[in-house]
């Protein structure tokens, strides 16, 4: 298991910071404001790659993609969510990339849950009033509840992209190990330009 107690898990989003402490936190820092500039990619590695050298060394970050079938959605899902049910019924990949910055490499952990996009059900559980992000849209395969209905009754960990990047995160368990003296200045554009 890698030591972690010298790194801070940066993030702007409140509700991936819950998570985040809410799993990590009694290990890694977690550090909320922050709004870190992402490159303009469809590849979630991409961007957590540059995401993580803008972050800094002893910084993880955290990016999120949904892969949506015959829709280019990807790492750019919080731009498409109020239009999300016009896919409903459609095969989905929900994908968590959790990059380190040692100083000397980008180490990234990863995540994958299954699924499939549902219209939400609007009265039930007050899904416009506390849902975060695709959860109220999202429902894993082998359950019959989204990833919101999930959570509400205390099971979305076993579901969960993020939980499986954390896991593996925590046994160090990388998908990819990237030199950061290999890794190319960033040329392109920056979401948000």
Known sequence: MRDLSTYTIVTSNNNKAKEFIKHVGFIIPVRVGEDIREVFSSDIETVAIYKALEAGKNNIIEDTALHIEDVAVGVNVKWMLDTIEEHQ????????????????????????TY???????????NHDKYAFGFDKNFRPYYTSKTLYELDCFGKKDKYSARM????NLL???????????????????????
């Open 89 to 112: 019924f459609k095969g989905a990949r929900w994908e968590v990339c959790i990059a380190l910055n040692d100083g000397d490499e980008i180490s990234l952990y990863k995540g994958i």
């Open 115 to 125: 699924g499939t996009i549902v219209p939400s059900e609007k009265d039930k559980f």
């Open 164 to 167: 499986k990047a954390i896991m």
């Open 171 to 193: 046994h160090d368990n990388p998908s990819k190990v990237i030199k950061i003296k290999d890794i190319e200045e960033w040329s392109g554009r920056y979401q948000n330009d």
